[in-house]
């Protein structure tokens, strides 16, 4: 009984096996350029606070190439992770039932893309004074 | 059959603890009538090619969960799985990810039967219904909290699927910890109490990262994501002494 030698396959290189891992691990990544995003207009508002000269030389930073070219990077990887964040969500949620039927999950991730995309127009329109 | 037979390719990773070191592939040509099964093919190879290839089986439909292997790189059911959708290319045929090898397609599966214990899979009701009392009754409405995740064959390609579990053996795990929510989604249930232990660690729903592959191999759409990452927000609930309100009454050790 006690002859068995199991043998235990490694985990190196896991996420580079299957699509699905590695769509995973965009998901995640993507995250990243959301805090430094984050972190940046947090900065922003500090230099607000210590007057009108330095928030004037922040802003005169963001229009510097490789600021641009971040920002352009950082809203592909927010909209996909805004993407994938609503596709993931209604795993988190108990059933939901209208009229005795059951809510299907693509409904549910629908109705978050819809939200995300009114949202982002209101808030598109308010920042142009449209 | 003779005219629609033709000849694929199946690749058999082969481990035979007493003569490898390690785990290696083996090809063999395998003709195969359109309805083959990749189950039919190993078959083929154990009874005409080598009888010495060790793999697990049993019904051939879908119902005993003894047949998971991973078939070109993802988890499935031999049975479920055909090789016309693979011919001309080859077809690779491993033991589940993630489990130790015993030897081919043989995989240790000691850890997840001690989980499933674990979790204490049947009902706890806070005082068990005399025979004066009559049977536990159940609306269709309430039968559908828990259906879906009653379905599990234990056939474990949800721990297949699971880097989490390939990465830290400790975590319960997806069926295991979808079978717990199917007892605790059952209203004949009073049983958090008894199972919140499992739920709460760190190797119960908080080690999911919501990776979601489970759900995606899950041959009888149980949808294991969905019952864990929603024992999420139950935990979180438990933590701050909110949940016992919203249970319903009288849960019990």
């Known amino acids: 009984m006690s002859a068995t030698k199991p043998y235990v396959r490694p985990m190196a290189g896991w996420w580079r096996r299957n699509p699905f891992f590695m769509r995973y691990m965009a998901r995640e990544a993507s995250a990243v350029f959301l805090a430094i995003y984050a972190v940046t207009l947090l900065v922003g508002v500090f230099r607000l606070s210590q007057g009108k000269a330095v928030y004037d030389a922040w802003l005169a930073a963001l229009t510097s190439p490789l600021s641009i070219v971040f920002h352009l990077v950082a809203l592909l990887a927010v909209c996909y992770h805004a993407y994938t964040w609503w596709k993931v969500m209604p795993k988190t949620l108990p059933m939901l039932h209208i009229g005795g039927r059951r809510i299907p999950e693509t409904t549910l991730s629908a109705v978050g893309w819809a939200a995300w995309l009114a949202a982002s127009v209101i808030v598109y329109a308010l920042v142009r004074g449209l | ?253």
């Open chain 2, 1 to 253: 059959m003779a005219d629609s037979t033709r000849t694929i390719e199946i690749e058999v990773l082969r481990y035979h603890p007493e003569q490898d070191t390690e785990p290696h592939y083996q090809t063999f040509s395998v003709p195969f009538a359109d309805d083959w099964s990749v189950l039919q093919g190993l078959q083929y190879i154990k009874d005409d090619l080598d009888s010495s290839l060790s793999f697990r089986w049993s019904c051939r439909m879908a119902i005993c969960g003894s047949c998971g292997y991973m078939i070109n790189g993802e988890p499935k059911l031999g049975c479920r799985t055909f090789l016309r959708n693979y011919y001309p290319n080859k077809v690779r045929v491993g033991p589940l990810d993630h489990f130790p090898i015993e030897r081919d397609l043989v995989v240790d599966i000691d850890d997840f039967i001690g989980k499933l214990e674990g979790i204490k899979p049947y009902i706890i009701p806070r005082e068990p219904r005399t025979l004066e009392q009559g049977e536990y009754l159940q609306t269709p409405a309430q039968r559908d909290q828990y259906e879906q995740f009653s379905s599990c064959i234990n056939c474990l390609l949800c721990y297949a699927a699971c880097p989490q579990y390939g990465l830290n053996p400790g975590f319960t795990g997806p069926a295991a910890l979808a079978l717990l929510h199917r007892y605790n989604a059952d209203n004949r249930d009073q049983g958090w109490e008894a199972r919140q232990e499992v739920v709460n660690a760190e190797d119960g729903v908080w080690r999911c990262m919501l990776v979601g592959y489970c759900s995606e191999v899950c041959p009888k759409g149980v949808d294991p994501a969905h019952a864990i990452n929603q024992n999420k927000v139950n935990s979180t609930l438990d933590y701050f002494g909110v949940l016992k309100f919203l249970l319903p009454k009288g849960a019990t050790k």
